[in-house]
Structures are given as structure tokens and as C-alpha cells.
Nanobody, 124 residues
Framework: QVQLVESGGGLVQAGGSLRLSCAASGLTFTRHSMGWFHQAPGKERELVAAISWSGARHLTDSVKGRFTISREDAKNIVYLQMNSLKPEDTAIYYC??????????????????WGQGTQVTVSS
């Protein structure tokens, strides 16, 4: 059974930083592309960043220059480093995984496995 467990969320002031972690189990991590999504109240879940099984990266325009996605295959963990946080970054952040050997995925429908989410709140 695939499990994705996010951690690292919390309350931070605008301009601050957080690092989210997603620990994966029940899958061969090195074969899966991973993504981070966020969902604000009343809004749709949106892609923030993605990283392929081979290390290719994608960042949505609103976070370029502020966020970084990385993966540590030896530990089955994907990270989202978030710097220069803004109040509009406030949302629940979800980790997700594609099926094995999928290329970098920017469409939510390409993701088959999801974590429970972690809350990020940025105060002004």
C-alpha cells in the first residue's frame, strides 16, 4: 500500500521560510515522478512544483525564484523548500506521486497517489 506522509508545515511570517518533506513508502520511489500541490480555501488544488524520477524539475510561475523541489532517493523523501513566503501561499500542501516511469507531470490527473496534506499559514 502506497503511503505519502507530509510534514514541515506551520505558521510563518511573510518573508520567512519553511521546508516541507514527503516520506514515501509502499512504492519503488526511484521510479516515480513526484509533485507538490496546494489548495487554498474555496479554490481548486493546483500544482506548485514537480520533479521527475530522473530529476527534471518544474515550478509554477508564481513560485519561481522562491521555492525549490528536490528529492532524496536514498531516503524516499521529496522536499519543497519555500523561501520568501507570502500570505497568498497560505494553503494546505499535498504531496503526490505518479505511476511508475511517468515523465515529469504537470497535470493533476497524472497523479495517482496522494498524502493527507500539511497546513501552511503565512501571516502578513
Amino acid at each position: 500500500q502506497v503511503q505519502l506522509v507530509e510534514s514541515g508545515g506551520g505558521l510563518v511570517q511573510a518573508g520567512g521560510s519553511l521546508r516541507l518533506s514527503c516520506a514515501a513508502s509502499g512504492l519503488t520511489f526511484t521510479r516515480h515522478s513526484m509533485g507538490w500541490f496546494h489548495q487554498a480555501p474555496g479554490k481548486e488544488r493546483e500544482l506548485v512544483a514537480a520533479i521527475s524520477w530522473s530529476g527534471a524539475r518544474h515550478l509554477t510561475d508564481s513560485v519561481k525564484g522562491r521555492f525549490t523541489i528536490s528529492r532524496e532517493d536514498a531516503k524516499n523523501i521529496v522536499y519543497l523548500q519555500m523561501n520568501s513566503l507570502k500570505p497568498e501561499d497560505t494553503a494546505i500542501y499535498y504531496c503526490a506521486a505518479t505511476n511508475a516511469w511517468s515523465n515529469i507531470a504537470t497535470n493533476i490527473n497524472e497523479y495517482n497517489y496522494w498524502g493527507q496534506g500539511t497546513q501552511v499559514t503565512v501571516s502578513s
